[in-house]
Each structure stands twice: as structure tokens, then as C-alpha cells.
Antibody
Framework: QVQLVQSGAEVRKPGASVKVSCKAS????????MNWVRQAPGQGLEWMGW????????KYAPEFQGRVTMTRDTSINTAYLELSRLKSDDTAVYFC???????WGQGTLVTVSS | DIQMTQSPSAMSASVGDRVTITCRAG??????LAWFQQKPGKVPKRLIY???KLQSGVPSRFSGSGSGTEFTLTISSLQPEDFATYYC?????????FGQGTQVEIK
């Protein structure tokens, strides 16, 4: 069955960086864009961007441009989201979502606090 | 950015009610719209894609309609498991944008 398994919760100080992983199984990893979506506590969904695992091409939401990097490792069917210069309002659950957002990871809570 | 405005933001309804949620786009998005359901503490679930196509495995009481700037999600007969927050998403132009969500609560 299709699964996206994300890395565990992270705590960072303001100004630091965080890297979240998303391991895919049960489908052709390179066949579908991998989206990243975040959700601040008690808030709605926010699209951050996608990576095409086939060629590493990326598209980022302007809000995150310059702070976000999406990468992938096709040898282990894993996508990564790195967010730098973290601020307190980056505290959120970060989701990966593939297969046209039919399949979602379980979410990774990133807490930014001094 | 294309703003997606959902209405209402929250509603109370009873089991068996017909429920309609509207999503308005700030500019035309053809039919590049999806609907998602999210229950507390859970992952979003895609219900509808291309504005009106039912995702496989989703009950037929869910339906979507619309094109251009106005879209609706209808639940024909609300069931206990349908109490959740619903989001629309436009993927017509970048950045893709979600509506703010509609929370459907038990009356």
C-alpha cells in the first residue's frame, strides 16, 4: 500500500534550520510531484511548494523563497524539506503529500522556541 | 496570489441535513479545484478533484460543482463521520492557495 512516512518532531531555536524527511513506498516515487504543506496550530493549510522527484525541479511559494529547499534522494525514495532562518511563526505541522495530494505523510511537528 | 474565500467559516448541522459549502476564487481558475476533509489531529483527505470528480473510495453523498470563480461542495445527507473541517485548494496558478476552511459541527 502507498505510504509516506515522515521524520519525527523537531525543536529549534529562532534563526536555526530544520530538515524534515518523507519516505515514500508502494508507488513509483519519481512518477509524482511531492508537495509540502504546513499547518500552524489551530490554523488552516498552507502550500509551500513541490519537487519533481524525477528531475529535482522545484516550485516554491514566494513566501518561502530564499528560506526553503526541497530535495530528494531517489535511491531511497525520500524527499526532504529544509527551512532556514526559522521564526516562531514557523511553528507548525509540516506534511508531505504526493499522488496529486491523495497520499499524505503523517505530519512532522516543528516547534521554534527560544 | 489567488485568494480563495470559503463560506461559511463554520456551521452547525444535524445528521441527515444537506450541507453546502462555497468557495470563491479571486479570479477564474477553470476547474483546477480540489476539496479536502480534515478531522482533528488527522491528515487531510482529498474528496473531490477537478471541481466535480469524486475521489475513489469517497462516499457518493459528497459532490462538487462549479467552474471559473464559484465552487460548491455538497454533502447530500450529513453523517456522523462527516463532522470535520473542509478546505478548497486552487492549483490553477502559483502559489497554490487553500481556502481558510469551513468547520462543520454537530447541532
Amino acid at each position: 500500500q502507498v505510504q509516506l512516512v515522515q521524520s519525527g518532531a523537531e525543536v529549534r531555536k529562532p534563526g536555526a534550520s530544520v530538515k524534515v524527511s518523507c519516505k515514500a513506498s508502494g508507488y513509483t516515487f519519481t512518477g509524482y510531484y511531492m508537495n509540502w504543506v504546513r499547518q500552524a496550530p489551530g490554523q488552516g493549510l498552507e502550500w509551500m511548494g513541490w519537487i519533481n522527484p524525477n528531475n529535482s525541479r522545484t516550485k516554491y511559494a514566494p513566501e518561502f523563497q530564499g528560506r526553503v529547499t526541497m530535495t530528494r534522494d531517489t535511491s531511497i525514495n525520500t524527499a526532504y524539506l529544509e527551512l532556514s532562518r526559522l521564526k516562531s511563526d514557523d511553528t507548525a505541522v509540516y506534511f508531505c503529500a504526493s499522488r496529486e495530494m491523495v497520499s499524505w505523510g503523517q505530519g512532522t511537528l516543528v516547534t521554534v522556541s527560544s | 496570489d489567488i485568494q480563495m474565500t470559503q463560506s461559511p467559516s463554520a456551521m452547525s448541522a444535524s445528521v441527515g441535513d444537506r450541507v453546502t459549502i462555497t468557495c470563491r476564487a479571486g479570479q477564474g481558475i477553470d476547474n483546477y479545484l480540489a476539496w479536502f476533509q480534515q478531522k482533528p489531529g488527522k491528515v487531510p483527505k482529498r474528496l473531490i478533484y477537478a471541481a466535480s470528480k469524486l475521489q475513489s473510495g469517497v462516499p457518493s453523498r459528497f459532490s462538487g460543482s462549479g467552474s471559473g470563480t464559484e465552487f460548491t461542495l455538497t454533502i447530500s445527507s450529513l453523517q456522523p463521520e462527516d463532522f470535520a473541517t473542509y478546505y478548497c485548494l486552487q492549483h490553477y496558478s502559483y502559489p497554490w492557495t487553500f481556502g481558510q476552511g469551513t468547520q462543520v459541527e454537530i447541532k
